[in-house]
Structure formats: structure tokens, C-alpha cells
């Protein structure tokens, strides 16, 4: 009987203990590479559109920089999706290009060379 108390004890805290060491990271913050970015209206554009993906908490654009700096839930999006996110409303971001039809459909003025 004791032996098992011990072992059920022993799960328990092996349990308990492995849950802590992977518990996962809520938060994740990457910056990424939105070279084709103009001007106020395309920051709010991305912004704009990033917010709506599920797991992404804050996104600031930086006009001058020509950076999206993105804070995410890792468990519900990654890089990859938020990148693509990006090129759906039509900016290059990092190495993933805009979509073409996204970047036709922006006004001139937010298009490379707009401004
Ligand atoms: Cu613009």
C-alpha cells in the first residue's frame, strides 16, 4: 500500500513539475521588416489588420524605421502568419513579399515610391 501512495506521490510531483518547466510562453514579441510602408495610413492599415488575427496582442508600426514590431500569443499565431497577415493588406514583410492584388488595390500614395 505504501509503495503506492509513494508512487501516486511521485507522479503527482513529476506532474506538477514538468508542467512548470514547459510551461509555455504567453508572450512573444518579434520585429519585422515592412520596407514598403509609406506613410501614416499605411501604419494604420497593418495595424488595423494584424489586430484582427487571433493572438496578437500589440502592433506598432514605425513609420520611420520602416519596422512592425508585433507581440503575439505563440500558442495561437506565429512569425509566419503574422507575416503573411502583413502581405494580405499588401507590404513586403521581412522575406515574404506583398500579395499583388493587396498592393494594387493600395492608394498611390501608399505604394512604393509614393511618397
Ligand atoms: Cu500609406
Not at 7 to 23: D, E, K
Not at 39 to 57: D, F, N, P, S
Not at 79 to 88: C, Q, R, T, V, Y
Not at 90 to 96: E, K, N, S, V
Amino acid at each position: 500500500m505504501k509503495s503506492i501512495i509513494f508512487s501516486l506521490a511521485f507522479i503527482f510531483i513529476a506532474f506538477v513539475g514538468t508542467s512548470n518547466t514547459f510551461a509555455p510562453t504567453k508572450k512573444a514579441t518579434i520585429v519585422i521588416k515592412t520596407e514598403s510602408i509609406q506613410c501614416g495610413m499605411c501604419k494604420e492599415r497593418i495595424e488595423e489588420a494584424l489586430l484582427q488575427e487571433k493572438g496578437v496582442k500589440y502592433v506598432t508600426v514605425d513609420v520611420d524605421k520602416k519596422e512592425t514590431t508585433v507581440t503575439f500569443n505563440p500558442k495561437k499565431i506565429d512569425a509566419d502568419a503574422i507575416k503573411k497577415a502583413i502581405s494580405a493588406v499588401g507590404y513586403d514583410a521581412d522575406d515574404i513579399a506583398a500579395e499583388t492584388t493587396a498592393y494594387e488595390k493600395l492608394p498611390t500614395c501608399c505604394q512604393k515610391g509614393g511618397h
